[in-house]
Structures are given as C-alpha cells and as structure tokens.
C-alpha cells in the first residue's frame, strides 16, 4: 500500500509502500517519551520504497537501555516525529510513524509490544466520556 506523510508544519514530506499488517503499537518507555504521548503507533517501510519528497530532517541517535543506536528522524521546524532506523547510513527499513501518514484511518495496529511497560489506562480509553472540542 502506498502511503504519504508530512510533518505537522508541512515542511518534511515523504511517501513510501507499507503492508498494513505490519503496523504496531509500542509501548515502551522510549516510545512514550519520544511522542510525549502514551504510546506510539508505527509501520516498517522496506528503504527502497522510502521517498523524501521535501525537507530535511534532522536526527537524533537513541541509545536504548540494551545499548542499540537507532537514528530518529524529527522535523526541525515543528519537532514531528517522521521516521527511525537502525544506525547506519544504508538501512534496510524506515519506521514510519502513523499518526502523519495520510492514510492513517487504515492503519490499525495488527500487534501491541513492549506490553509490561504499557501504561494499563492507555490500552483501552473508550470508557473515558468524550466531549467536543477543547474542554
Ligand atoms: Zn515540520
Ligand atoms: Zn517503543
């Protein structure tokens, strides 16, 4: 499936092919803390299929607690998470993250991981009452 992305200022935009079957929800702590959010929601794109169409992103080198580097890539203008991979300037896959893909009404995610880091309330919010707009 093709799917297109941007920031949220509209500076970085990319597209790229995806299986929709491979999109996961993390919940590790890194996740959390580098949307600012509970969890992330993202899908693996093989790099050939990878297309930058504007912008440059700027990097930034994760060292998780096992020691892996993996390079997160966040617009420099309005800090929007694009993509990550592995350390190297030849990776084979790019995370995308879901939430700027255009196409991201159809992309549930298929598996959760990183579960016992998962914040419990996080996992179901359709309990929580809904209201329009900002409170
Ligand atoms: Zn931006
Ligand atoms: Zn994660």
Redesign the pocket.
Known sequence: MKVTGR??????RYEAEIDPAKVNLCNCTDCQMLTGSVFRVAVPAPAATYRLLSGQPRVYVKTADSGTKRRHSF?P??G?PVSATADTDKPETYSLRVGCLDQRAQLPPRRRIWCKSALGWAQDVSGVPGVEGQP
């Open positions: 920031c949220h200022c509209g500076q970085v617009c203008n309005c929007t």
